[in-house]
């Protein structure tokens, strides 16, 4: 199976769906279902994501918004960035989540928990 699309697929043609089994397929053609529990993806996720923020460590917030327009710095982001999602991905797999309704229901809850006339340029939790 050949996972990178040449087709032009982007993220306005790509569901959630597709993007799950290239996950799959990747972890079924190496034998590492064996490996992939919730416990395991859920660390790797952690650990993708601290290396996503050191792109970004040390940095004062005007240099962390101009990291991003250097190329090889932006590369660099994408690709952490894709390994967090490619672990959220499996640890939907491995718990047979639908990450669409998990989605929606949690921003649903975000909706009432941070109301938009009490949050609208606000960093702090409405009380």
């Given amino acids: 199976m050949q996972l990178t699309e040449k087709d032009g697929s982007n993220d306005n043609v790509t569901t959630v769906e597709?993007?799950?089994?290239?996950?799959?397929?990747?972890?079924r053609d190496r034998n590492w279902e064996k490996f992939?529990?919730?416990?395991?993806l859920a660390m790797s996720l952690a650990i993708e994501?601290?290396?996503?923020?050191?792109?970004?460590q040390w940095r004062t917030l005007e240099e962390s918004g101009e990291v991003i327009w250097?190329?090889?710095n932006?590369?660099?982001?994408?690709?952490?960035?894709?390994?967090?999602?490619?672990?959220?991905?499996?640890?939907?797999?491995v718990m047979n989540l639908d990450l669409s309704t998990?989605?929606?229901?949690?921003?649903d809850r975000n909706a009432l928990k941070y109301p938009v006339a009490k949050s609208?340029?606000?960093?702090q939790k409405p009380e």
């Avoid at 967090?84 to 797999?93: D, P, Q, S, T, V």
């Avoid at 998990?102 to 921003?107: D, E, T």
Wanted: proline share 2%; hydrophobic share 45%.
């Fill in 36 to 40: 992939h529990n919730p416990k395991n």
């Fill in 74 to 93: 932006r590369s660099q982001i994408a690709e952490e960035l894709a390994d967090c999602l490619a672990y959220a991905l499996g640890i939907a797999n």
């Fill in 18 to 27: 597709e993007l799950k089994n290239v996950v799959r397929q990747f972890v």
């Fill in 120 to 123: 609208a340029g606000k960093w």
């Fill in 102 to 107: 998990a989605l929606r229901a949690k921003m």
């Fill in 70 to 72: 250097d190329e090889g």
């Fill in 49 to 56: 994501a601290a290396e996503l923020m050191e792109h970004f």
